[in-house]
């Protein structure tokens, strides 16, 4: 018990660092920035098949960050962390963000977009 007390004491005195755990992909110059604030980022690199799966977790994450969004311009940047995330899975699976851009368009083209801001509640058979 004593031993947890001082622990305790230790940490609030700043004498003992904590981790703070993310296991969370993250943009290639981050591991930097948590250096150049003077913390030592603990990192690897993901083969194929964990980054594919860590980049379907990010865009869970970055869907989240743009739903909760409380301005416009906070939503502007949680949306380009949205599009650098496409980018990165268009790589991934071999196409580049041009080449999505263009699959959108011809989708659009047959499909319609959503600036009509229609919800198709039900379809009578």
Do not use: C, H
Not at 91 to 110: C, H, S, V
């Amino acid at each position: 018990m004593l031993l947890i007390i001082m622990r305790l004491m230790n940490i609030n005195k700043g004498w003992e660092k904590m981790d703070q755990i993310y296991n969370k992909l993250v943009r290639d110059n981050i591991p930097d920035i948590i250096k150049e604030n003077g913390e030592e980022p603990i990192y690897r690199v993901l083969n194929e098949d964990e980054y594919w799966e860590y980049l379907l977790l990010k865009d869970n994450e970055e869907l989240e960050e743009v739903r909760s969004a409380s301005s416009t311009l906070e939503r502007k940047k949680e949306l380009a962390d949205k599009l650098e995330l496409i980018r990165a899975m268009a790589e991934y699976n071999g196409f580049t963000l041009e080449d999505i851009i263009e699959e959108a368009g011809r989708k659009k083209e047959r499909n319609g977009g959503f600036e009509k801001r229609l919800l198709l509640e039900r379809v009578i058979k």
